[in-house]
């Protein structure tokens, strides 16, 4: 048990390395607009490119499915993140700079199904839930850590390149940690053989001709074109349409850190996690509106912590749930939530930089509010489908 909890904390830390570049694109997109001087339409473009890289990954890990082991796809992508970054931090031309966050996009695709379905492999389906929630919660914890940090640095006087840079060297760090203690404690973990985690055509219809399949995907979409909008772009929302330049990172930060908390205690709650999931969604979109309606920067950043504590525990729990359908074959479940999130992660972005072109970003912020309220309506239809195929 030892092992487990030492490896398990392993892909804690490559998560939260994923975490920490992922948040550059909200941290450093006034930085980029003003670097590469982008048009309203151009300014979701890093990010969308990082999600439809994350979203290409997924088609590459059908291929590799059953050839190369998982936690060996979670190393050589974490090696492959840091790298990536180091690049971006050499200020490349925008169209470079674009395809440096797709092969990013790649690695963290990588890294987020290799972790999620090496989750239920190591621990009993009781557990699986503490330990996807831990995995999802240390991705929040990277999430309302960097902006902090990002600020402070910025705030110093260094340019967004040299803040590149300096991650780099933190996240070199904590690679040298992670591939340490993975050495010593992955040969104790006792996990499925690499030949039986194969993503065959037939088992995909399966779990698409699924009523609760196709639900489980819609729930994770939804859930992530919410999560993208905030991420991406509430800072420049609070910072320059609601003129709180002061709140803005404090926003974002504070969204993650309720992301946090609700990850790291959903499994104390004594509900059901799909449950909590749905009235958690559906109050946190009444909270988002009640944000966005009241026009002030302090309501806003007040709003977004108790909407990230509401809804924060949606990704692992349905993760946790798609395993749990699919015990033995834990990649097929993952890889295909996983595809889903980050299609809805590349939609948001586009579809709110588009939006501006023609709308005040607030526009944004509704969209956001409505994605999470559907999730929370999806989640109410599965819990009735549920309950029919139990027979009560």
């Not at 990013?104 to 890294?111: D, K, P, V, W, Y």
């Not at 933190?170 to 050495?183: C, D, E, H, P, S």
Request: aromatic letters at 12%; charged letters at 10%.
């Amino acid at each position: 048990m030892k092992a487990i909890k030492i490896y398990a904390y392993c892909l804690f830390a490559a998560f939260f390395s994923c975490a920490v570049i992922h948040a550059s694109q909200g941290a450093m997109l006034t930085s980029f607009i003003n670097q590469y001087d982008l048009l309203s339409s151009a300014q979701g473009t890093p990010a969308a490119s990082q999600s439809i890289g994350q979203a290409s990954s997924l088609f590459i890990m059908f291929w590799i499915a059953g050839r190369v082991s998982k936690s060996t796809i979670v190393t050589v992508a974490f090696i492959s993140a840091a790298i990536l970054l180091f690049f971006v931090s050499f200020v490349p031309p925008f169209w470079a700079l674009c395809l440096l966050y797709f092969v990013f996009g790649l690695a963290f695709g990588s890294i987020s199904t290799g972790t999620s379905s090496l989750i239920p492999d190591m621990v009993d389906s009781k557990n699986a839930t503490k330990y996807m929630s831990r995995l999802h919660g240390a991705f929040g914890l990277g999430g309302l850590i960097a902006p902090l940090f990002y600020k402070a640095l910025f705030n110093s006087g260094y340019q967004w390149n040299m803040i590149i840079r300096i991650t780099v060297f933190i996240l070199v760090a904590l690679l040298a940690l992670y591939i340490a203690f993975t050495r010593y404690s992955l040969g104790s973990v006792q996990l499925p053989k690499t030949s039986n985690q194969k993503i065959r055509l037939k088992d995909v219809k399966a779990f698409l001709g699924s009523g609760s399949g196709i639900l489980l995907i819609l729930c994770v979409f939804f859930y992530a074109v919410h999560q993208s909008i905030i991420a991406v772009w509430v800072i420049r929302y609070v910072d320059v349409f609601l003129n709180g330049p002061s709140l803005a990172p404090l926003t974002l930060s504070l969204f993650w850190g309720g992301i946090v908390i609700s990850r790291f205690f959903t499994h104390k709650i004594p509900f059901s996690p799909v449950r909590i999931v749905l009235v958690g969604n559906l109050i946190g979109a009444a909270v988002l509106f009640v944000g966005i309606l009241s026009g002030s920067p302090l309501v806003m950043t007040i709003c977004t912590p108790v909407v990230g504590l509401l809804n924060g525990p949606t990704i692992p729990v349905v993760l946790a749930v798609g395993c749990a359908e699919n015990i033995g074959n834990t990649i097929l479940p993952t890889n295909l939530l996983n595809l889903a999130m980050f299609i809805g992660q590349a939609t948001g972005p586009i579809i709110v930089g588009a939006l501006t072109s023609y709308l005040p970003i607030s526009a944004g912020m509704h969209l956001a509010a409505g994605a999470t309220l559907i999730c929370g309506i999806i989640v109410f239809v599965y819990t009735k489908k549920s309950k029919k195929r139990a027979g009560t």
